[in-house]
């Protein structure tokens, strides 16, 4: 079937916590695409008895739409081979179903269709360099069934770092507001603050919050501030998006800790906590810091993070933290590709397996489970695998069991290798399961109240009528990875578990405002230094209007 103009949903236990609603039985409604208070009698119903409605899940980080997604595609013609995704079959007044492939790094229609199977209808590619921004809005043109958008990198860009140096921050905000524009993006994104760009320039990199970038009168410490600052001042809907110094590397708790510090007060999202959470090095063994961390995140309301979850089996690590992927690809012997984008950023991609057999990814995996369940507000550390970095979405049901169901865990503890995992908080035993409201918050309602999307992640009236139901199991993994309904926009695009519907995403991007004499400085910079000419640089042609301001 597929969804009327209004539809009732009757009968399900309804998991909304933005709304309050926590497995109360009731009807939810909707018209004209949104969720209505009230339907009259005689509506068309579905009969959701039995089950379980949620709003449609948001992904607040991942890596599904940019150019290097497309170069890591290329890099795994074996996982291609391995996972066709043949055209669902889909009535003949939609736009034409088209194939494609699967693995850590799924095709773009594959990407929206695998989406929409487990209950998403919101994601965000959470790292775009500006310079490329033009190419991710076309993937997301061709991602079906998602709303979507781009964070965009800052924090090496050149023209940003001389703004700095010079201690015009005004004029960095102003920069970032015409970038935010011109390449349609939703928010901003720091990348290992300074260090991409030392690498670059043939620094190794930086450790430090005051370690100087390639000589300048630059630091990692100034970059943070100037550009949380003009988050702040531009009023976007989402807190500066913040990869921090020194991911993967032992003992690099303390770097993370000291950049919470560092802008305490400020409204500020730490993404991946997970690869930032470890304590160690200096001659010591690597071991878990998640403790530490999550007490400090705890403490501060104005701090909120996604955790990054390592999952076993085939990852693709993709991040503009060049110098980290080649420290990887010279330790893991794998394939490795470097991207240089000029005056902007860099980015490296190395594809990977976790074992659990394997002591570091053991580890990984327990971090990442601490910070959940030693959170005290699941609103401010919600779900994220940064896929496919820390694994692929379609693991998101298997993490969802992990954190419900202590006996899974502690199942899979045991078959862990040990070597560095002893003493850690989960090693020592977590009781606390997740309820099923809590879920509906990491999965829903916290991403989208983080990300400053008022209509998204609840089923209260004037939401998106993005609705997912779910058939009770007690195999949870199997619950969460086939819904048995998917409504998006008031549209039924999954029933019975098979796509019937593939509608288009609408675009989330922001436009603030900012001086215009801002303009002729940058312009002087982009014919001096760039490749690409001032008038040809922002995407135009947008779709959608953008999101309002606070």
């Known amino acids: 079937m597929s969804a009327p103009e209004r539809l009732r949903i009757t009968g399900g236990a309804v998991h909304d916590p933005a709304s309050g609603v926590d497995g109360e039985v009731r009807d939810i409604c909707i018209e004209g695409g949104r969720i209505v208070e009230r339907l009259p009698a005689g509506v068309p119903t579905l009969d959701a008895r039995g089950m379980v409605v949620m709003a449609g899940g948001v992904d607040i980080h991942a890596h599904f739409a940019s150019s290097s997604c497309n170069h890591a595609r290329r890099m795994i013609p074996d996982e291609h081979a391995a996972d066709p995704a043949p055209a669902p079959q889909l009535p003949d007044d939609e736009q034409p179903a088209r194939s494609g492939t699967g693995g850590s790094v799924p095709s773009t229609f594959t990407t929206g269709y695998r989406y929409a199977g487990l209950g998403y209808t919101t994601a965000f590619d959470a790292a775009v360099a500006p310079l490329l921004a033009r190419h991710s809005h076309s993937e997301l043109d061709d991602t079906p069934c998602v709303d979507g958008g781009i964070f965009v990198l800052m924090g090496n860009d050149e023209y940003l770092l001389r703004q700095i140096e010079a201690g015009e921050r005004d004029r960095a905000r102003d920069y970032a507001a015409w970038l935010l524009r011109s390449t349609g993006a939703y928010a901003v994104k720091i990348v290992n603050p300074g260090g991409v760009e030392a690498w670059k320039s043939g620094q190794r990199n930086v450790s430090g919050l005051d370690d100087s970038v390639s000589g300048r009168r630059v630091t990692p410490r100034a970059i943070l501030e100037t550009l949380t600052d003009a988050v702040n001042a531009l009023r976007l809907p989402h807190p500066i998006h913040i990869h921090c110094n020194n991911l993967g590397t032992a003992g690099n708790y303390t770097t993370t800790l000291a950049s919470m510090e560092a802008l305490a007060g400020r409204r500020a999202h730490f993404t991946h906590l997970q690869f930032h959470c470890y304590g160690g090095g200096s001659g010591q063994p690597w071991s ?263």
């Open 288 to 550: 878990s810091a998640a403790a530490k961390v999550i007490e400090y995140v705890n403490a501060h309301p104005e701090m909120s993070t996604d955790v990054g979850q390592v999952m076993f089996g085939s990852a693709m690590t993709i991040t503009a933290d060049a110098p980290v992927e080649y420290l990887l690809h010279k330790s893991s012997g794998r394939r490795w590709t470097n991207i240089d984008i000029e005056l902007e950023t860099g980015c490296g991609i190395v594809p990977l397996t976790y074992k659990d057999k394997a002591a570091v990814s053991a580890l990984q995996w327990v971090v990442g489970l601490e910070l959940f369940l030693l959170s005290a507000d699941p609103w401010r550390v919600v779900l994220s695998t940064d896929h496919p970095n820390g694994g692929s979405f379609l693991s998101y049901p298997a993490l969802i069991q992990l954190l419900m169901d202590r006996s899974v865990r502690d199942d899979q503890l045991k078959r862990l290798n040990p070597k560095l995992i002893a003493g850690s908080a989960l090693a020592d035993g977590i009781a606390r399961e997740y309820t099923l409201n809590e879920i509906a918050i990491v999965t829903r309602a916290g991403p989208a109240r983080l990300l400053g999307l008022p209509h998204k992640g609840h089923l209260g009236a004037g939401a998106d009528a993005d609705v997912t139901i779910y058939s009770r199991d007690p195999d949870l993994a199997r619950m969460f990875s086939t819904p048995r309904y998917v409504i998006k926009d008031g549209v039924l695009i999954v029933e019975e578990g098979q796509l019937r519907r593939a509608p288009a995403g609408r675009r989330l991007r922001v436009a603030p405002g900012y001086d215009d004499a801002v303009l002729a400085d940058v312009r002087r910079h982009f014919e001096a230094y760039s490749s690409v000419s001032f008038d040809n640089y922002p995407v135009q042609a947008l779709p959608g209007e953008p999101v309002a301001l606070g």
